[in-house]
């Protein structure tokens, strides 16, 4: 993998959110297929290991084959710095966090903070800007619940493809709505 420069120096810019957040992460990889290397048919990101899409982040790999070689530390190290951090997700209640953060690994980080803004009460551009951060306290879990799987319905009423994953996803929204 190329260099993790930047997710290192996040990871002990904020050590107290990685800890946290390295547990988190073991719910995710759950539904993401954890080490196994995986393609399903109709998902646009291709080969997938620990979450990673490789269609959506060649820019980390040198290669296909560097890709391949991912270890559960490097994908951490970018789960971490590529969702969590940008989404700021240390500033949402600590029940809320692993929706939040899963929703950003699942559907990008700017529809999961547009959701966000939306159950507070806000604008929905997807920006965390200083309205944002003073209300990413009040979030609740069930309010990122609700619409997550409203997105999902979306999708599979929308999409051909959405019908196939409909159930998959709801499956998790629910996992992860149930994790104590």
């Not at 991912?70 to 710095?81: K, Q």
């Not at 999961?112 to 997807?126: E, F, H, I, S, T």
Request: aromatic content about 18%; hydrophobic content about 35%.
């Amino acid at each position: 993998m190329r260099n993790l420069k930047k997710y290192l120096e996040l990871k002990n810019k904020y050590p107290e959110a990685f800890q946290n957040f390295k547990e988190m992460f073991q719910h995710t990889l759950k539904w993401e297929g954890g080490s196994k290397l995986h393609k399903v048919s109709g998902d646009s990101g291709g080969w997938t290991k620990y979450g990673i899409a490789y269609n959506k982040n060649k820019f980390l790999f040198d290669s296909l084959e560097d890709f391949f070689d991912t270890t559960y530390e490097e994908a951490v190290l970018v789960a971490f710095g590529k969702y969590y951090i940008p989404i700021e997700a240390f500033r949402v209640p600590l029940d809320a966090q692993l929706m939040y953060f899963d929703m950003a690994y699942n559907m990008g980080t700017k529809r999961a903070v547009r959701y966000l803004q939306r159950c507070v009460g806000l604008k929905d551009d997807g920006i965390i800007g200083r309205f944002t951060r003073s209300k990413m306290h009040l979030v609740s879990e069930e309010c990122l619940y609700e619409r997550r799987n409203a997105f999902y319905y979306y999708l599979g009423r929308t999409k051909s493809w959405g019908k196939k994953f409909l159930k998959g996803w709801l499956n998790r929204s629910k996992a992860i709505f149930q994790v104590d």
